[in-house]
């Protein structure tokens, strides 16, 4: 796992993996973003289509292949010393037009992993600000790769001008208004 002052990466998903999470994504219902959540962003985010994963949500065919994910999340957790409860799982699609502002989640880490990038795609690098928010560094992000955030770092997502990707959102330590009225860990 390679180490930077905000932030931590490491390789989570096998290509079988990410497959069936990009798949995963299709056979979700749509899910409401929580108006208390709203992605902490300074305007709000438009071209983006989320689906939370649920116990109750998640087919069959998929069940065993995200239990492994769900694991190995909770480990990248544990090995950075954050508690693995209050977590909650989304599946974001960000699509042309898609921009995230430079904004710190209301959780104790985020983690971002990068399921599917279109061909096509142009723009959408994650980004971290250092000592200001003028200035962004564009962190690598492969395909499969684990990004993992503490709460006092400063990302965003740059604009999206032409195809799309998809992106596990974890977030751990959140409070109950994001991961809603059953108040444990719904991974």
């Given at each position: 796992?390679?180490?930077?002052?905000?932030y931590?990466k490491?390789?989570?998903?096998?290509?079988?993996?990410?497959?069936?999470?990009?798949?995963l994504f299709?056979?979700?219902p749509?899910s409401?973003?929580d108006e208390?959540y709203?992605?902490?962003?300074?305007?709000v985010?438009?071209d983006?289509i989320?689906?939370?994963i649920l116990?109750?949500?998640?087919?069959?065919e998929?069940?065993?292949?995200?239990?492994e994910i769900?694991?190995e999340l909770?480990?990248?957790?544990?090995?950075a010393g954050?508690?693995?409860?209050?977590?909650?799982?989304y599946l974001?699609q960000?699509n042309?037009g898609a921009e995230?502002a430079?904004r710190?989640?209301?959780?104790?880490?985020?983690?971002l992993?990068?399921?599917?990038?279109s061909i096509?795609?142009v723009?959408?690098d994650s980004e971290?600000?250092?000592?200001?928010r003028?200035t962004p560094?564009?962190?690598?992000?492969d395909v499969?790769v684990?990004?993992?955030?503490?709460?006092?770092?400063l990302r965003?997502?740059s604009?999206?001008t032409r195809?799309?990707k998809?992106?596990?959102?974890s977030?751990?330590?959140?409070?109950?208004a994001i991961?809603g009225?059953?108040g444990?860990?719904?991974g």
């Open positions: 796992m390679s180490v930077s002052v905000s931590r490491r390789r989570l998903l096998t290509d079988d993996q990410t497959d069936a999470l990009a798949q299709y056979d979700l749509d409401a973003i208390n709203n992605f902490q962003t300074e305007r985010v438009t983006v989320v689906k939370q116990p109750s949500t998640v087919p069959a998929y069940f065993d292949i995200w239990a769900l694991y909770n480990h990248i957790v544990a090995d954050i508690p693995e409860d209050n977590s909650v799982h974001m960000l042309a995230i430079a710190r989640d209301r959780t104790s880490a985020t983690l992993t990068l399921v599917y990038n096509d795609l723009g959408g971290i600000y250092f000592h200001d003028e560094s564009t962190v690598d992000h499969g684990t990004i993992l955030y503490r709460n006092r770092s965003g997502l604009l999206i195809g799309h998809i992106v596990l959102v977030l751990y330590g959140a409070p109950p991961y009225q059953t444990h860990n719904q």
